[in-house]
């Protein structure tokens, strides 16, 4: 009950089944990363961000993807 009452506060990544999927998701659907040019995201540090995701947020696996809850 009450992670249904909660539910508007739960990010979900669909198809995402790790904190790495996650960081390529956020990387290429999130607007705080548009300004980056394809060249730019090629260099993204994508390990270190996965590692900072999962040290600031608690996370939880489904059978379609992953919440950020």
Do not use: W
Not at 26 to 41: D, Q, T, V, W, Y
Request: aromatic share 14%; net charge negative.
């Amino acid at each position: 009950e009450d992670l249904l009452q909660k539910s508007e506060e739960f990010l979900f990544y669909p198809e995402c089944h790790n904190i790495m999927d996650v960081a390529r998701y956020r990387l290429e659907h999130n607007i705080e990363f548009s300004a980056l040019s394809e060249k730019g995201k090629k260099y993204f540090n994508l390990e270190a961000y996965a590692q900072e995701l999962e040290e600031t947020g608690r996370y939880a696996v489904s059978e379609n993807g992953m919440f950020k809850l």
